[in-house]
């Protein structure tokens, strides 16, 4: 049957690589990005749970515009599909921007956001149809003139295999979040011309998240090196801003 994630295909780690490509009207071909990241931090757990509560989690400071985005990273044994069933910050739902995991043994990786302008910790809580062996989550937060919004459609790729990419085609100037996961110890990591925030293990799960600024509309293509096929999972979404 059909799975529930957006696009269950195959992916995880990478390089990115560029070309000029036509850009959206109201966006200059070149420029600074309409909206600024920041990486705030990372936390895991590897308890075993259908329910994980990251409490007091730093969201950076308070901003007007400030848009809270997180990837997500869940790892479980045996066979099924368990995508992720909802996040949470501070008890207010957070919005799916993609998803996508393996099935063999079920690896996961998400990317989530919410416009958020007041404080500047809070509690996210990540549900599951079952209970994972290990999550983890990493929090940026962005902020611009004008809201930033999601651009065009989002890129995965999900499958046990090894050396494959995802593309976003005529990526705004703007920002891109990759969010990887493996269930090789030490398999997932991102490099090149992107900018890595996170890689290690939680236990026997191997997560990376990073981003990349663009100044130039281009294609954005990141490609997993790894050379073992272990389950991975990879997500690669745009934002740009409305101004």
């Not at 036509?22 to 990486?39: H, I, K, M, R, W």
């Not at 930033?148 to 090894?162: E, F, H, N, W």
């Not at 100037?173 to 090789?184: L, P, Q």
Request: hydrophobic share 40%; net charge negative; aromatic share 8%.
């Amino acid at each position: 049957g059909a799975s529930p994630f957006q696009r269950p295909k195959r992916g995880c780690g990478g390089w990115c690589k560029m070309q000029f490509n036509n850009f959206p009207p109201g966006v200059a071909a070149t420029g600074s990005p309409p909206v600024a990241v920041t990486y705030v931090g990372a936390v895991g757990s590897s308890s075993d749970s259908s329910v994980y509560t990251f409490s007091a989690e730093p969201i950076g400071a308070t901003a007007d515009n400030r848009v809270i985005v997180v990837t997500v990273h869940g790892e479980r044994n045996g066979g099924g599909t368990y995508p992720i069933t909802g996040v949470t910050l501070d008890g207010n739902a957070m919005t799916e921007v993609i998803q996508d995991g393996t099935t063999s043994k079920p690896t996961t990786a998400g990317i989530y956001m919410l416009a958020w302008a007041s404080g500047t910790t809070a509690e996210f809580i990540v549900t599951w149809p079952a209970s994972q062996l290990r999550c983890a989550i990493t929090v940026y937060q962005l902020s611009g003139a004008v809201e930033p919004v999601v651009y065009g459609t989002p890129a995965s790729d999900a499958a046990a295999a090894a050396n494959l990419s995802v593309t976003l085609s005529a990526q705004p100037i703007g920002v891109a979040f990759i969010a990887a996961n493996t269930n090789e110890g030490a398999g997932a990591g991102l490099s090149g011309d992107i900018v890595e925030d996170v890689a290690g293990t939680v236990e026997g799960m191997s997560r990376a998240a990073g981003h990349y600024e663009t100044t130039v509309v281009e294609d954005v293509t990141v490609t997993e090196t790894e050379a073992y096929p272990d389950d991975k999972a990879l997500c690669l979404a745009a934002f740009w801003s409305r101004a």
